[in-house]
């Protein structure tokens, strides 16, 4: 059961027969001496409808129908409601959750189609750090719709067209002059950018084929388009190579990138005229829209056909926003790219809306992330000033947390403590940039993100593996086969850290389902973080294997129930657990 849902849903039925309307804005309380939630709609509802605050609250009590889920309601202060759960319900909750694969985390009541658009690397350069955030964002705002029960749709819109892959292809074309048959496969994909690069400003005749290239390409000549496949087909197998490493679910299949929409631009321009909304600017085909202006004041259009006859990375993104409404049938679509891609964004939107180009009910949202800087608070580089490439990176970290484990578990097998660096490395870094409220910058700093106290991955994979060990230390060797047992246990709370634990653990589904909605990865960093404290408190203070058999297996049952939550949280974030550390 999604409780706070239940509560909102609940409290603002109480409000209206208390003849007041609004939301009764259910959140958790924000001290233990107000419950475990607090309503805080009545003093907005009062206001609205003219009377005391207080008394509107005291009939909000009386009428309210939550004597399953919660204690007597209580007000505080000019017109709080405090909501304490009973006790036998977290009771029963909790033991339908200990039963349940998905903890007892209902799917969504309407779900969705969602198209997630992620990643979208532009293909002729290799993957470096400015491809990161939006790649794990993407891949955790994914893994959540989906355990929700959406239908979710990933499209990587990689940027796989434009004048740089004339400059490649044609420097493709080159080299296998010269190295005859073998030059095709390209190792290293930055240094062919750099270098077909170099050439490029260098060699006037090689510029000169470069450009009849693009126009080849553009025309679409088949020797041309050939070798152009022959490139995207090596860069998608690198970018492949960083996904399958970084953990991250998206597949060839999931590549729909910009030349896919290719032919349709056209017919986009041709339909934007056809809607009456386009009009000539120094030779440039536009569309102007009330709400945008420049800096100046003056109207900022969107061009979507330049005077040369080329079209822009707009002219795209009204394709393939089209193409997910009418093809793909999406209710939403997330476009997950930095913040500064955010105007682009609104005016798309704003002019597919215009253009009738996408269904009134279609949601369409940009989900916006700040930069990783520096130490020094600059946009992150090598210490030359050069981009970062991912590979190097995913390396450093892996060394770094390999370092760690030798130091502080020595006795592990040489190819265990390859495991967990592996995953300690790639999870930290992937966690690090997940539990920043999106919207901020965040500055990446080796030592934070690695440590094993703190809101990161090493610690919360720490108070993973050391649940987990209860259970090996429980069961003498052959451990695991005791999780059945106590699967079906019964659970008591009497000590506070019990309850404490136990309120924590009945609000997995409540978390998830704002991730999903707010699109906010970093709200179940901080739900799993407090989870692993809460545990921690809790195995202080209540003996687990030396209490008496029924409150053993009770406890083994909340000790079981944090090990999964945490599990499963960490796995929609796209981070591994391990069973020793
Ligand atoms: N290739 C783009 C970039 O590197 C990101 C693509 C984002 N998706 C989109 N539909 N425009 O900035």
Redesign the pocket.
């Known amino acids: 059961m999604n409780l706070r849902r239940t509560l909102e849903t609940r409290l603002s039925r109480a409000l209206s027969d208390a003849g007041a309307d609004g939301p009764a804005l259910v959140a958790p309380a924000g001290k233990p001496e107000f419950g475990d939630y607090q309503a805080n709609g009545c003093m907005a509802a009062a206001k609205r409808a003219g009377g005391n605050p207080r008394q509107l609250a005291e009939r909000v009590v009386a009428a309210a129908d939550v004597a399953d889920l919660a204690e007597p309601l209580e007000v505080a202060g000019p017109g709080f409601i405090n909501i304490t759960l009973r006790r036998d319900f977290l009771q029963q909750h909790l033991g339908e959750a200990l039963s349940d694969e998905r903890l007892a985390v209902p799917p969504a009541e309407a779900p969705q189609t969602v198209v997630v658009?992620?990643?979208?690397?532009?293909l002729a350069k290799e993957m470096h750090v400015?491809?990161l955030r939006?790649t794990i964002i993407g891949d955790a705002l994914v893994r959540v719709s989906e355990f929700l029960g959406h239908n979710v749709i990933r499209?990587n819109?990689?940027?796989d067209w434009g004048t740089q892959f004339g400059m490649l292809t044609a420097y493709m074309d080159a080299r296998d002059d010269d190295a005859g048959d073998g030059g095709h496969r390209i190792a290293d994909m930055e240094a062919f950018y750099q270098a077909a690069k170099r050439r490029f400003d260098t060699d006037e005749a090689f510029a000169d084929a470069a450009r009849r290239s693009v126009v080849k390409l553009q025309g679409g000549d088949e020797h041309a388009l050939s070798v152009w496949r022959d490139v995207v087909d090596q860069s998608l197998r690198h970018a492949q190579e960083v996904y399958d490493r970084l953990g991250v679910t998206l597949q060839r299949e999931h590549v729909r990138g910009?030349s896919a929409y290719n032919d349709d631009l056209p017919r986009v321009v041709a339909d934007l005229d056809a809607a009456g909304l386009l009009s000539e600017s120094q030779g440039a085909q536009c569309v102007f829209l009330d709400g945008f202006t420049n800096a100046d004041g003056e109207p900022l259009p969107v061009i979507v056909r330049k005077s040369d006859g080329g079209y822009l990375?707009a002219t795209?993104?009204l394709g393939?926003?089209r193409y997910r409404a009418r093809h793909l049938h999406a209710d939403r679509i997330l476009?997950?790219?930095?913040s500064r891609?955010a105007l682009?964004?609104q005016q798309?939107f704003a002019v597919a809306r215009a253009a009738g180009f996408v269904p009134e009910h279609v949601l369409l949202e940009h989900v916006p992330f700040g930069m990783m800087l520096g130490a020094n608070r600059q946009p992150f580089r090598t210490r030359d000033g050069g981009t970062v490439k991912l590979t190097d990176l995913l390396d450093e970290a892996v060394r770094r947390a390999r370092a760690l484990v030798d130091e502080k578990n020595p006795n592990l097998d040489a190819p265990a403590r390859d495991a967990v660096a592996e995953a300690v490395g790639i999870g930290a870094v992937k966690y690090a940039d997940l539990c920043q409220n999106r919207t901020s910058d965040y500055v990446f700093a080796w030592d934070k993100l690695l440590s094993l106290e703190g809101n990161t991955a090493p610690y919360l994979q720490y108070a993973y593996a050391r649940v987990r060990s209860i259970f090996r230390k429980g069961g003498g060797p052959e451990q695991i086969a005791a999780d059945d047992e106590h699967r079906a246990a019964e659970i008591v709370l009497s000590e506070q850290a019990e309850r404490t634990l136990a309120v924590t653990l009945v609000r997995l589904p409540e978390t998830l389902e704002t991730v999903a909605r707010e699109s906010m990865p970093n709200l179940l960093c901080a739900y799993l973080y407090g989870l692993a404290g809460a545990f921690m408190a809790f195995y202080e203070t209540c003996p687990v294997l030396k209490a008496d058999a029924a409150v053993r297996a009770s406890r083994l049952g909340l000790c079981d129930l944090t090990a999964r939550t945490l599990a499963t949280g960490l796995d929609l974030l796209g981070i591994e657990t391990l069973e020793r550390m």
Do not use: I, R
């Open positions: 658009d992620y990643s979208g690397p532009n400015g491809h939006s499209q819109h990689v940027g910009e990375y795209t993104d393939a926003l476009y997950v790219t930095d891609q682009h964004f798309v």
